[in-house]
């Protein structure tokens, strides 16, 4: 077995390298994140000019589904490769399983904390107070309702039973992520007890997850089209108008979320020796990605490829940032813990010390292990909300606006992830310091 702190010369081998784009020469184009911005920008201004064409619906949205399913046909081979070369690599079941209960502990940390800030600032600047009502326009919610029963009865005894895939097939087809990751896992604890017989398949999978980075870049060129087709079709079916009336609600949520993100994560990030600053600024394209079309998914393969390259070993990275998609939603639970509240003020519910507790506690319960349902935050509140008394139908006044709050909370996720594997590298005494040339090079990629 491989010493975590003290990997072996044999293990060491195993590890591999996303390959880095060679430098470009001669004509230079816009960043890639520069591009997906104009997308963005393009995106709004097609879909405000052309609001309800029906040939936006034909012809401008495949764009943004081709992008979507081509980021979700690579998600899957990305976690398995690289979890399974890191645990191999690791060998220890002991070792592992302190990461794994150093990585719960942060989430329940930090996402408890987002929690705590939301409802501060809902309780200080009162986003739902003097909101008329009959002012506001009702959403249909039928897509996020048809899933209620998914989070209805589910705790946090539910999450654990769920980890384990009785088809590990099905798990696979259906993108169960904590179900994909225990299996990773014991499949490469089980390759690390083969010793030198199971050499041959790690490398294997090595050679897989190379090949898929290599896919990821390859697909990143066509983000700025996806998201242009995304942000056509969300302002065309919902339009800016419905923003107007609950302009107050999106203008706490992001004053949250820019004050968790730099008062908070700041803390952390100084806590473990980084500036928030400049992982950031390596996350720009990604950071810029995940607004855009409101789905960390679409930058999971890029943020472990350049995690590993911060400084981040590989078996870390590669569990820690897959787990934090479902157990560390930050952005999420601050987002929720603000709406809950908002919608209490909006019907006039004064919510007592103890209730907000409650809340605190439910939503802490509720928003774990479920990233992979869709409209995830709607449905954690319409589970949560009747613990608290408050009527969950208004969440249709809400709906229309979702997409421009789901954008920044995806964003807020991304960084939060990103930075959790920072502190369980440095935890583990692991974080490799000093590699500005590839830093430098995938930058200018």
Same mark, same amino acid.
């Given at each position: ?250 203008? &706490? !949520?992001? $004053? =949250?979320?820019?004050?968790? /993100? ?6 952390? *990030?100084?806590?473990? +020796? #980084? ?103 709607? &449905? !954690?509140? $319409? =589970?949560?909300?009747?613990? /608290? ?6 969440? *249709?006044?809400?709906? +229309? #606006? ?44």
């Amino acid at each position: 077995m491989a010493d975590i702190d003290k990997p072996t010369a044999e293990v060491r081998h195993l590890d591999y390298a996303a390959p880095t784009p060679p430098k470009r020469s001669g004509l230079k184009f816009p960043s890639l994140a520069w591009q997906i911005v104009i997308g963005l920008i393009a995106g709004i201004l097609v879909g405000w000019l052309f609001a309800g064409q029906e040939w936006i619906t034909t012809w401008v949205a495949p764009l943004g589904d081709i992008f979507i399913r081509l980021i979700k046909m690579i998600v899957v081979p990305i976690v398995i490769s690289t979890l399974i070369v890191g645990v191999a690599g690791t060998g220890d079941i002991k070792a592992l399983g302190r990461l794994g209960g150093k990585t719960l502990l942060y989430f329940e940390v930090v996402t408890t904390v987002a929690i705590i800030v939301g409802m501060f600032f809902a309780d200080i600047l009162q986003p739902g107070t003097g909101i008329q009502l009959s002012g506001l326009t009702k959403t249909d919610i039928s897509s996020y309702v048809a899933t209620e029963h998914t989070v209805a009865h589910h705790s946090f005894a539910d999450t654990f039973v769920h980890v384990i895939p009785t088809n590990i097939i099905d798990a696979l087809a259906k993108g169960d992520m904590l179900a994909i990751i225990f299996f990773s896992v014991m499949f490469g604890l089980g390759l690390a007890s083969l010793g030198e017989k199971g050499k041959p398949m790690v490398n294997m999978f090595a050679l897989t997850a190379d090949s898929m980075f290599w896919i990821t870049r390859k697909i990143m060129q066509l983000a700025p089209l996806g998201v242009f087709g995304l942000m056509a079709v969300a302002v065309s079916k919902f339009g800016l108008s419905a923003l107007i009336p609950l302009a107050k609600l999106v203008g &706490v !949520v992001y $004053l =949250a979320m820019f004050t968790f /993100v730099f008062v908070v994560f700041g803390l952390i *990030a100084r806590w473990v +020796g #980084i500036r928030l600053l400049e992982l950031i600024k390596l996350l720009r394209e990604e950071l810029v990605l995940a607004y855009s079309t409101a789905s960390s998914e679409t930058v999971l393969p890029r943020l472990i490829e350049k995690m590993q390259t911060f400084g981040v070993p590989k078996h870390i990275v590669a569990f820690v940032i897959p787990t934090g998609y479902s157990f560390n939603l930050d952005g999420s639970t601050l987002y929720q813990s603000i709406a809950a509240l908002f919608l209490a003020q909006l019907y006039g519910i004064d919510l007592s010390l103890g209730q907000q507790v409650t809340l605190i506690l439910v939503l802490m319960l509720t928003s774990k292990g479920i990233a992979g349902v869709p409209g995830v935050s709607f &449905v !954690v509140l $319409l =589970a949560t909300l009747g613990s /608290v008394g408050i009527p969950a139908e208004g969440l *249709a006044f809400i709906a +229309g #606006i979702d997409r421009i709050m789901d954008m920044a909370r995806t964003a807020v996720n991304v960084i939060g992830n990103a930075l959790a594997s920072v502190v369980i590298s440095r935890w583990e005494g692991q974080f490799r310091t000093g590699d500005t040339t590839t830093i430098a090079e995938i930058k200018e990629s």
